[in-house]
């Protein structure tokens, strides 16, 4: 699966690159289907601890799905964002086989 990673407000490292890489790729075993997708690192600019965003939006055909999670840590966004993701697509893939 194609994984655009945008950092916004900051500059990523390989290492947490290759963590959200590594998490996508995982959600092809539930949805195989997949296009692409996006994931928005974003830190936001506040006295809140819990200031990174993690934004995934995944493209099937003929629907896209848009998740966002706050955390303190990215890892911990994103392991919260793939399991949103993985329900709506396991949904998806319930939805489809009962119309076949």
Same mark, same amino acid.
């Given at each position: 699966?194609?994984? @655009?990673?945008?950092?916004? @407000?900051?500059?990523?490292?390989?290492?947490? *690159?290759?963590? *959200?890489?590594d998490?996508?790729?995982?959600?092809?075993?539930?949805?195989d289907?997949?296009?692409?997708?996006?994931?928005?690192?974003?830190?936001?600019?506040?006295?809140? +601890? $819990? @200031?990174? =965003?993690? $934004?995934m939006? =995944? @493209? *099937?055909?003929?629907?896209?799905?848009?998740?966002?999670?706050?955390?303190?840590?990215?890892? $911990?966004?994103?392991?919260?964002?793939? $399991?949103s993701?993985e329900?709506?697509? *396991?949904?998806?893939?319930? +939805?489809?086989?009962?119309h076949?």
């Amino acid at each position: 699966m194609k994984v @655009n990673v945008h950092a916004v @407000n900051f500059t990523v490292d390989k290492k947490l *690159v290759d963590f *959200v890489q590594d998490r996508m790729d995982g959600l092809e075993k539930f949805y195989d289907k997949v296009v692409s997708s996006d994931v928005f690192l974003k830190v936001e600019k506040t006295s809140d +601890k $819990e @200031n990174k =965003i993690v $934004e995934m939006k =995944i @493209n *099937v055909p003929g629907d896209d799905f848009l998740v966002k999670k706050q955390c303190k840590t990215f890892e $911990e966004a994103m392991d919260q964002a793939a $399991e949103s993701i993985e329900r709506l697509l *396991v949904k998806r893939k319930e +939805k489809l086989r009962t119309h076949i």
